[in-house]
């Protein structure tokens, strides 16, 4: 009880607003796409022409925005993200043209691209000043804010799209931003060890890293999305790899710690296991609505309406785990509800009662809600000091990685159709995905014991 009071309210609801923004923005675009193109005169295939651009500059922002807080003020950087989005808002509600909405969707892939990485920050150093450590309860409302927008995001979307148009989803951003920035007032400005001025943060950026850091990921992201395979592509990753890993061994301020690799094996571990809870997590939060569409002829509505149970029990499991101290237990029980649920797809099927099939979901929803809290709270433990905001950063970099591998392989598993057997095949891929998480977790659970052990 007593951290409960160390977590204010003025204090987190801005942090868990701009938290929210990104998988917001990302969902809620579902079901606006079509009545955007029309109104435009443009095919519904182009509407990945507005999808892309939020990922990719969500990808890179990231770790770039984490960066800027660790160097700069992470609160400074928080504002500067809500401005972005303000921008973006008014942009994409006045838009005279199609390329005018693009603009506003890479303006809000970079400024919502802010929130999490300096929200992190700024409970870090909150608490650090206070010489106390960071209450589990505080990382897990700003993971289960951002899992629940990510639910919330087609509802919103799709009342917004009804009542005002597809402007509304541009919109909303606008009211959400000014009441965020509102209470971001009470928000501490504490800054780094060492703060750097903003004529000193070309010097301190690692500009060079920065740059080479976003070719590779294009680079990765363009390979990704392409099914056949490009000699060039993959010699052109290889490169830009490589001088990227000698770029920052030789940098004293580097944008990414190689080396920390290198001595600290655990952190790659965590990113890993991130974007493979992503991937598990997008592969079934997506593939099922489609299934329930196509098979089982369900509504949009009634497939909501369906699905909405699954979001509460995800929201309700991950502030639930997110008060246990053990970190072991939360991987594990984490791994071990997402097994069940990848299991419990196989039995899936056109003939499935209603009943089992909300069963199901909600085991689901037990897994997706429980993983991102254990992966969080595992970096939270790995994250080398001064370095919060772009560890954390990357961490997301990591999750978009998995949620775009998986958008691809279901755009190519359901080429032909949602079906059964389709399903099933989106079923043995998460399967496999979990024993992936299991071998990562391995490491860290034979350190534990041999710790335990001294």
């Known amino acids: 009880m007593k ?34 193109c029309t109104s435009f005169g443009r095919d519904v295939s182009d509407g990945a022409l507005l999808i892309t651009p939020l990922y990719l500059t969500s990808t890179i922002g990231q770790p770039l925005m984490g960066r800027l807080a660790d160097l700069y003020s992470p609160k400074k950087i928080n504002q500067l993200g809500f401005l972005l989005v303000l921008l973006a808002g008014i942009t994409g509600t006045i838009a005279p043209s199609f390329s005018w909405l693009i603009v506003s969707r890479v303006l809000l892939g970079l400024g919502t691209s802010a ?87 070309p010097q301190h950026l690692d500009i060079i890293g920065v740059l080479l850091f976003s070719g590779l990921l ?14 060039g592509g993959f010699l052109l990753l290889s490169v830009l790899l490589l001088f990227f890993i000698l770029w920052e061994r030789q940098r004293n301020n580097p944008f990414m710690d190689i080396r920390l690799f290198a001595r600290q094996p655990s952190l790659a571990l965590v990113y890993l296991s991130a974007m493979a809870t992503s991937y598990v997590m997008y592969l079934m939060l997506f593939s099922l609505p489609q299934w329930l569409e196509s098979v089982k002829q369900f509504s949009p509505a009634r497939t909501g309406l369906l699905l909405l149970p699954m979001s509460l029990v995800s929201a309700a499991a991950g502030l639930l785990m997110s008060r246990h101290n053990s970190l072991l237990v939360k991987n594990m029980t984490g791994i071990g509800c997402m097994i069940v649920a990848c299991t419990a797809l196989f039995f899936v099927n056109a003939r499935l009662s209603l009943s089992l099939l909300l069963g199901i979901t909600l085991l689901v929803g037990l897994s997706t809600g429980i993983n991102p809290i254990a992966n969080q709270a595992w970096l939270q433990e790995e994250a080398p000091a001064g370095r919060t905001g772009v560890s954390f950063g990357l961490y997301r970099t990591f999750g978009y990685i998995g949620a775009i591998v998986s958008g691809s392989q279901m755009k190519a598993l359901y080429h ?19 024993a992936g998480m299991v071998l990562l977790l391995l490491p860290s659970v034979s350190r534990k014991r041999a710790l335990s052990l001294r």
């Open 3 to 36: 951290n409960k009071k160390r977590i204010p309210v003025g204090f987190i609801t801005p942090l868990v607003l701009g938290t929210m923004m990104n998988p917001l923005n990302s969902t809620m675009l579902a079901t606006a796409l079509t009545t955007i």
């Open 115 to 201: 929130a999490y990485p300096s929200a992190i920050a700024l409970v870090n150093r909150k608490y650090a000043a206070a010489g106390e450590p960071v209450p589990g309860g505080v990382l897990g409302i700003i993971a289960v804010s951002g899992l629940g927008s990510m639910v919330l995001g087609p509802v919103l979307g799709g009342l917004l799209s009804q009542t005002l148009g597809w402007k509304g989803i541009f919109f909303i951003n606008i009211p959400w931003v000014l009441l965020s920035l509102w209470l971001a007032r009470a928000l501490p400005d504490t800054p780094p060890a060492s703060p750097v001025s903003i004529r000193e943060l």
């Open 218 to 231: 294009l680079n990765l992201l363009w390979l990704l999305l392409h099914h056949t395979f490009s000699a």
């Open 416 to 434: 032909q159709g949602v079906t059964d057997s389709s399903f099933h095949t989106v079923a043995w891929y998460t399967a496999a995905s979990c």
